[in-house]
T-cell receptor, first 114, second 117 residues
Framework: DAGVTQSPTHLIKTRGQQVTLRCSPISGHKSVSWYQQVLGQGPQFIFQ???????GRGNFPDRFSARQFPNYSSELNVNALLLGDSALYLC?????????????FGPGTRLTVL | AQTVTQSQPEMSVQEAETVTLSCTYDTSENNYYLFWYKQPPSRQMILVIRQEAYKQQNATENRFSVNFQKAAKSFSLKISDSQLGDTAMYFCAFMTGFSGGYNKLIFGAGTRLAVHP
């Protein structure tokens, strides 16, 4: 079975630009979560979507937005990029958004902002 | 605030030996879950083991086991018979958010484990 997939693998942008990252969850999973992992740190929670609705949001500015599509895939958008947005962006999928739902991660998208 | 602390930035172990990675966490909740994930150089975050806070029995997955001390808020990972493929960054994580209708993971800063031949 296919795991969580993310695209693109790597991305280079300049300050002020906008970027869209994509994630496809494991088949049958209805929830997608996004995390930002800055070099040398643990991942930080950005969003969780379940059944196309935002269920939770971390402490990130409004420049970060996301959506989930009817097929449960998801996009993360970041506007007005800053140097500090350079990070590995991880997508995780789970069956649902409940306490018993383990999150499984994709390989990540490495974003570099110059 | 809910936090996860991994006090060992780096550890090393010889192949076939046993190593223990430490993790402490802080929460006022009673219902939560704890995880260990590994992240090899390939970047893929891989689930190693999961522990439900309401279970007293420590979780075990093959060579991986945990020592869960709820009162002390401690959750260490023991790797037995270490293999070269165990070389990776190991993250301890705490799952919360259930009261808000979602679940999120709070991660520690990680422990870099090197297994030497």
């Amino acid at each position: 079975d296919a795991g969580v997939t993310q695209s693109p693998t790597h991305l280079i942008k300049t300050r002020g630009q906008q970027v869209t990252l994509r994630c496809s969850p494991i088949s049958g999973h209805k929830s997608v979560s996004w995390y930002q992992q800055v070099l040398g740190q643990g991942p930080q929670f950005i969003f969780q979507y379940y059944e196309k609705e935002e269920r939770g949001r971390g402490n990130f500015p409004d420049r970060f937005s996301a959506r989930q599509f009817p097929n449960y895939s998801s996009e993360l958008n970041v506007n007005a990029l800053l140097l500090g947005d350079s990070a590995l962006y991880l997508c995780a999928s789970s069956l649902g958004s409940g306490s018993t739902d383990t999150q499984y991660f994709g390989p990540g998208t490495r974003l570099t902002v110059l | 605030a809910q936090t996860v602390t991994q006090s060992q930035p780096e550890m090393s172990v010889q192949e076939a030996e046993t190593v223990t990675l430490s993790c402490t966490y802080d929460t006022s909740e009673n219902n939560y879950y704890l995880f260990w994930y590994k992240q090899p150089p390939s970047r893929q975050m891989i689930l190693v083991i999961r522990q439900e806070a309401y279970k007293q029995q420590n979780a075990t997955e093959n060579r991986f086991s945990v020592n869960f001390q709820k009162a002390a808020k401690s959750f260490s990972l023991k790797i037995s018979d270490s293999q070269l493929g165990d070389t990776a960054m190991y993250f301890c994580a705490f799952m919360t958010g259930f009261s808000g209708g979602y679940n999120k993971l709070i991660f520690g800063a990680g422990t870099r484990l090197a297994v030497h031949p």
